[in-house]
């Protein structure tokens, strides 16, 4: 079945506490995104990747890292998160680039006390 | 950079009746894709428009793209429980998409 897998789905975690959300797609796609998604603001961008190893950032970066070491996987990293960050976060994958159909995952809702 | 507003925040209506949401942008736009998250869920891709003034039509969903390429439209007809959720539209280039913020339906049964 053609998927997006996020994990994990839920996290309560603390400020200053390193932590990865991982993203893995097993259709090929070559273009990946992670959004947050809060009330209000919608969904917003954090950062994109076209290919492997080509990486960019979204409309809100500020405090995430991501690598694309691999075609599948796409992981989001804060490495020192805050509250603001408390947030829903998707991961979506599309064939080959940003305005094409977007799959998204099932979503990862962190909560940073 | 490019937005797209979308109207209205939200709408509210008894099951049988018609809603419509639409999207409008001050630029031309080379595309226009919808989207609907269900309550708990995830946005799933209904359609992509293209081509100036395109219709398009999924059983009861009627989708419109302006004739100037600015704006855009989502017609539900006789509305029913199942079509709860919030309505996205999203433009955008290669490198991203831009969302608006959402339709939120409610549907009185």
């Known amino acids: 079945e053609a998927q997006v897998t996020q994990n994990p789905r839920y996290l309560i975690t603390v400020t200053g506490k390193k932590l990865t959300v991982t993203c893995s797609q097993n259709?090929?796609?070559?273009?990946m995104s992670w959004y947050r998604q809060d009330p209000g603001l919608g969904l917003r961008q954090i950062y994109y990747?076209?290919?492997?190893?080509?990486?960019d950032k979204g409309d809100v970066p500020e405090g995430y890292k991501v690598s694309r070491k691999e075609k599948r996987n796409f992981p989001l990293i804060l490495e020192s998160p805050s509250p603001n960050q408390t947030s829903l976060y998707f991961c979506?994958?599309?064939?080959?680039?940003?305005?094409?159909?977007?799959?998204f995952g099932d979503g990862t809702r962190l909560s940073i006390l | 950079g490019q937005q797209v507003m979308q109207i209205p925040q939200y709408q509210h209506v008894q099951e049988g009746e018609d809603f419509t949401t639409y999207c409008n942008s001050s630029t031309t736009l080379s595309n226009i894709q919808w989207y609907k998250q269900r309550p708990g869920g995830h946005p799933v891709f209904l359609i992509q428009?293209?081509?100036s003034g395109e219709v398009k039509k999924q059983k009861r969903l009627t989708f419109q793209f302006g004739e100037a390429k600015k704006n855009s439209s989502l017609h539900i007809t006789a509305t029913q429980t199942t079509d709860v959720g919030t309505y996205f539209c999203a433009v955008g280039n290669n490198r991203k998409l831009i969302w608006g913020l959402g339709t939120s339906l409610a549907v009185n049964p």
């Open positions: 428009l293209v081509k």
């Open positions: 259709m090929n796609h070559e273009y």
């Open positions: 979506a994958s599309s064939l080959s680039e940003g305005r094409q159909p977007q799959h």
């Open positions: 990747s076209m290919n492997v190893e080509v990486t």
